[in-house]
């Protein structure tokens, strides 16, 4: 037996070789409990607390992958034998490689954590929310990988990446000039997403478009019309574009004109303003504003009346004017005031020709 372990393979002792696989198998067992145990603490801490930082070390600690528990119990071991030095630099390539993925997967724990609080994601299920986050989160795992395999070249294998970063720094430039339209797009749909000038479900009126929006895409952001088509615009035109958002309004201001005869008794033109006003006011969600008689038309006296709408549909309003207008029919006929219409008076002056 002593002969057994005495034996030599590759360049260590059995012994040894038997000491170094119990402390790396005991090393990532006492681990993988910590983490457990440490997951178990900080599930019952976080549901006392209302924020959301101990979530961000929650999931940084589930992110902790196996095989990096393994390696960091290999390691261990490692430290009982003796390698010679091709080996060891292979060892230490494996480990550091390792490693850095470790911070990889850490990175983009923390880079979602970033988009979830940026957007305000925290329990939302809104669409919008979704796909800003879906966008963000492919940029930033591309920054983070990136950056891993970086450190990757220049920590694990030692590396220069001063040329590299030069060769993606002018590889980078021809790319975004080849693909300006697209990447504006992109940073125009990010824009959109973190400032948040309409969601899903608003309706807006862009130009000669009316629609509400359907989609917010990496490129273009979709529409559906009054009419039932569906519109595709590219999010660096909405950006740089002046919009009207109708979905975030509190009420709605309707302004409208009428005109009667000049025939109209004084005493009736006086009246209309206060009449108007009652109408409005008896009008249910319609808070009053003004009533006066504005001037005089080429054919009709003119008033002006304005109200608002206090319900963010086109529906609701177009309902209230509705009503507006019967009851203001109703009381101009029962009070004898006639509307005016276009009409011309021709005065002939001086004898008529003889025949």
């Known amino acids: 037996m002593q002969d057994f372990l005495d034996r030599v393979v590759f360049a260590n002792p059995v012994r040894e070789w038997f000491i170094a696989v119990g402390v790396a198998i005991a090393v990532a067992l006492v681990l993988g409990l910590i983490k457990r145990l440490m997951l178990?603490?900080?599930?019952?801490?976080?549901?006392?607390?209302?924020?959301?930082?101990?979530?961000?070390?929650?999931?940084?600690?589930?992110?902790?992958?196996?095989?990096?528990?393994?390696?960091?119990?290999?390691?261990?071991?490692?430290?009982?034998?003796?390698?010679?030095?091709?080996?060891?630099?292979?060892?230490?390539?494996?480990?550091?490689?390792?490693?850095?993925?470790?911070?990889?997967?850490?990175?983009?724990?923390?880079?979602?954590?970033?988009?979830?609080?940026?957007?305000?994601?925290?329990?939302?299920?809104?669409?919008?929310?979704?796909?800003?986050?879906?966008?963000?989160?492919?940029?930033?795992?591309?920054?983070?990988?990136?950056?891993?395999?970086?450190?990757?070249?220049?920590?694990?294998?030692?590396?220069?990446?001063?040329?590299?970063?030069?060769?993606?720094?002018?590889?980078?430039?021809?790319?975004?000039?080849?693909?300006?339209?697209?990447?504006?797009?992109?940073?125009?749909?990010?824009?959109?997403?973190?400032?948040?000038p309409f969601v899903i479900g608003d309706s807006i009126t862009v130009g000669e478009f009316t629609g509400t929006i359907e989609s917010i895409g990496i490129k273009t952001t979709r529409l559906k019309s009054i009419n039932g088509e569906q519109i595709v615009m590219g999010n660096a035109d909405l950006v740089n574009s002046r919009l009207r958002n109708f979905k975030r309004i509190e009420e709605r201001r309707v302004v409208f004109t009428l005109g009667v005869t000049y025939q109209t008794p004084t005493a009736k033109l006086e009246r209309i303003p206060a009449l108007l006003r009652s109408i409005i006011e008896s009008c249910p969600e319609v808070r009053f504003d003004r009533a006066h008689w504005k001037g005089y038309g080429d054919f009709a006296l003119t008033f002006e009346a304005a109200y608002f709408v206090q319900k963010q549909e086109y529906n609701a309003m177009m309902d209230a004017q509705q009503k507006i207008n019967l009851a203001v029919w109703k009381a101009f006929e029962a009070e004898r005031i006639e509307f005016a219409y276009p009409t011309q008076t021709v005065i002939v002056s001086g004898s008529a020709a003889k025949a």
Do not use: C
């Open 40 to 196: 178990s603490r900080l599930s019952v801490w976080a549901a006392r607390t209302e924020t959301d930082l101990d979530d961000l070390v929650i999931d940084l600690v589930r992110r902790i992958h196996r095989m990096f528990l393994m390696v960091l119990g290999v390691w261990a071991g490692l430290k009982y034998l003796h390698f010679e030095e091709p080996v060891e630099r292979l060892l230490q390539i494996l480990i550091h490689l390792n490693l850095f993925i470790q911070l990889g997967l850490w990175g983009v724990g923390g880079v979602e954590y970033l988009i979830r609080k940026t957007l305000g994601m925290r329990g939302s299920e809104d669409p919008g929310a979704r796909t800003g986050a879906t966008i963000l989160g492919f940029i930033g795992r591309v920054v983070v990988w990136t950056l891993t395999a970086l450190l990757i070249l220049k920590n694990a294998f030692g590396q220069d990446i001063t040329a590299l970063l030069t060769g993606l720094g002018v590889g980078g430039i021809a790319i975004a000039l080849a693909l300006q339209n697209v990447l504006g797009d992109l940073f125009a749909s990010v824009t959109i997403l973190l400032d948040k």
